[in-house]
């Protein structure tokens, strides 16, 4: 799905013959992301028609151990004009990041376009079979193989086939736990089959399970991000690949390791923060950060260092957004450092080079350093 080239789909298998010359009836479709998905290596495509459920959990991906590139297009023909509806789960290393769905209406002998939009979590889902409601045709009776509605056209043929039942009930719809003898008559249990089973006995029907790597929010499939503390956010994050050689990053220009970040200001420090979808130093590399600003690091994914990210001082060079050390030439007198609160002034002893240095600071002011001789 990588560039410009673009997938084909074939709805079903069988199209119904055309004459020569004539324009396939057809729906491009733009998969793109909304801000703040992240890097994505996998998309499941479910396409349902006015029958049921056309394709099932078609992945598109890309080459083994890369990253999917969007927008991306994908080209459907389908067998003849109708109404399409399209969910497409989007995952990276078998993790779900997004959900999106759209609905196209095929006409004969044209190509329209539809664009699908994934957004962060999952969709809104309030029957609980699986099928978001932006493109569910029973979006209050679970129905994950999105047959007719029941009492779409006839209240009787509640399992949605062409043959009226031979009982009074309305079958629902069923899974491997419940309806399961596959006959016309509805179970004789009160609760409504879903996706999952009803775990808990009671006619509540059970939410999908969560796939979120830090959870649910409760009682919703919407996925609990971390929010970065200090008021430092993310337009967009970028994607940075491992991390296979010594580099550096400066956050005077907020650039480095080949990508560019933002430079924010929050409680008056001015910071250069970098965004990526994940940061993996790879063992026996280094990464030295130096500048003016003090670094941050959003991470929407992984953090793996196993090589060294040095943003320490050195000499009297400071750290990232640090401030000067102190200087004690031979002899002296010492002078201090241009932090706040740091060692006074001293006057050294013959042959003397060095004062006492400062405490660390912790986030705060740094102690004292100490007399001669102490």
């Not at 074939?10 to 729906?27: E, F, Q």
């Not at 590139?69 to 399209?86: C, D, E, I, K, N």
Request: net charge negative.
């Amino acid at each position: 799905m990588r560039g410009a080239a673009p997938l084909v789909l074939l709805v079903l298998l069988v199209a119904a013959p055309g004459c020569a010359g004539d324009v396939p009836t057809s729906v491009l479709v733009t998969i793109e992301a909304e801000s703040g998905v992240g890097e994505i290596d996998g998309i499941s495509l479910d396409i349902f028609d006015d029958a049921g459920t056309a394709v099932s959990a078609r992945r598109l991906g890309a080459d083994a151990g890369a990253s999917i590139s969007l927008p991306a297009t994908v080209v459907l023909y389908p067998p003849r004009p109708g109404t399409l509806r399209l969910r497409a789960l989007a995952s990276f290393q078998g993790t779900l990041r997004a959900e999106g769905a759209v609905q196209a209406a095929a006409k004969a002998g044209e190509q329209i376009e539809a664009k699908l939009t994934l957004s962060i979590g999952r969709l809104a889902d309030r029957d609980g079979d699986g099928v978001p409601d932006a493109v569910d045709n029973c979006p209050d009776i679970a129905n994950p193989e999105q047959k007719p509605c029941v009492g779409d056209a006839r209240p009787e043929l509640g399992d949605g086939d062409a043959t009226s039942d031979a009982d009074a009930s309305v079958d629902g719809p069923r899974d491997a736990t419940h309806d399961g003898d596959g006959d016309a008559t509805s179970d004789a249990d009160t609760t409504v089959d879903t996706v999952t089973p009803d775990t808990t006995g009671d006619t509540t029907m059970d939410l999908p399970p969560c796939t979120c790597p830090l959870g649910c929010k409760p009682g919703t499939v919407t996925c609990k991000r971390l929010v970065p503390a200090g008021g430092f956010t993310a337009s967009t994050f970028q994607s940075l690949s491992p991390i296979t050689a010594d580099g550096s990053i400066d956050t005077t220009n907020c650039s480095g390791l080949g990508i560019s970040g933002t430079v924010q200001s929050r409680g008056g420090v001015s910071a250069c923060v970098l965004a990526v979808t994940r940061f993996q130093l790879n063992p026996n590399r280094i990464v030295t950060v130096f500048g003016s600003r003090p670094l941050v690091l959003l991470v929407d994914g992984d953090v793996e260092i196993r090589g060294l990210l040095d943003l320490g001082a050195e000499g009297v060079t400071p750290g990232p957004g640090g401030f000067a050390g102190g200087v004690t030439p031979p002899g002296g007198p010492g002078m201090p450092g241009a932090g706040p609160g740091g060692g006074a002034t001293c006057t050294c002893a013959s042959g003397a080079d060095d004062c006492g240095g400062g405490g660390a600071s912790s986030g705060a002011t740094g102690a004292r350093g100490g007399a001669e001789g102490t």
